[in-house]
């Protein structure tokens, strides 16, 4: 079935520095979301990107819709405690239905 | 706040017990999802409901059972669980549009499920 590989699976950074995570897939797709989960929370949507190429902004993170459709990346600026969490990326398949990628586990060092 | 709100947020039973989840959403959306996320493990897609009927199951044991009496509802109804099963079960919802892969889901926050 289709897999979605996500990396790294875990980071931990000082304050202040950018974070880097990608996702990959041996299939083509349409669309890429990314989501955040806090602890004990359920997962929020950050950024959706629909479009080959297309770089999004939401705040200190930007994410990019791979030329190939066959990949995403979500960079996240200047970190912050707060951005401790999850990420996850997710693409639909052609039923609608989302599949998630492993997650990047952040932890931030103040 | 993301719109769906699941009930309870944490819940104990027993193996022989039987007990329910619920999740509602308030996004005025066609399709929720029941997800199941377990430790060190990808979220997993457990049910879908759009427009209310049932659209894949993904081999999820019997003692998982789903209601979807309305668009707004859905249940997860649980019967002789096993240890195994605990785990962060996640409603989500979303507005399909056919045709398209434009399908952004919206989770809730999440039923703490323990089994002993």
Redesign the interface.
């Known amino acids: 079935g289709q897999q979605l590989n996500q990396s790294p699976q875990s980071m931990f950074i000082q304050e202040g520095e950018d974070v880097s995570m990608n996702c990959t897939s041996s299939s083509i797709?349409?669309?890429w979301?990314w989501?955040k989960q806090d602890p004990?929370?359920?997962?929020?949507?950050l950024i959706?990107l629909?479009k080959a190429g297309e770089l999004t902004s939401n705040g200190r993170l930007t994410a990019q819709f791979g030329i190939t459709r066959k990949d995403s990346f979500l960079n996240i600026s200047a970190s912050i405690p707060s951005d401790v969490g999850i990420y996850?990326c997710a693409?639909?398949?052609?039923?609608?239905?989302?599949?998630?990628?492993?997650?990047t586990r952040l932890m931030v060092k103040p | 706040e993301?719109g769906?709100t699941?009930t309870p947020r944490h819940l104990v039973m027993g193996m022989t017990n039987k007990k329910s989840l619920k999740c509602e959403q308030h996004l005025g959306h066609n399709?929720m999802y029941w997800y199941k996320q377990s430790a060190k493990?990808?979220?997993e897609?457990m049910f879908?409901y759009s427009l209310e009927e049932r659209?894949?199951n993904n081999s999820v044991p019997s003692r998982f059972s789903p209601e979807c009496p309305n668009s707004s509802h859905l249940f997860l109804h649980l019967h002789t669980l096993q240890p195994e099963d605990s785990a962060l079960y996640?409603c989500?919802s979303s507005q399909?549009t056919?045709g398209?892969?434009?399908?952004?889901?919206?989770?809730?926050?999440?039923s703490?499920l323990t089994v002993v």
């Open positions: 797709f349409n669309t979301l989501y004990g929370e359920g997962p929020v949507l959706a629909y996850f693409n639909a398949n052609a039923g609608n239905m989302l599949t998630f990628g492993g997650g | 993301t769906v699941q399709a493990k990808p979220l897609l879908v659209v894949e996640l989500a399909v056919w398209t892969e434009e399908n952004t889901i919206y989770f809730g926050e999440g703490w």
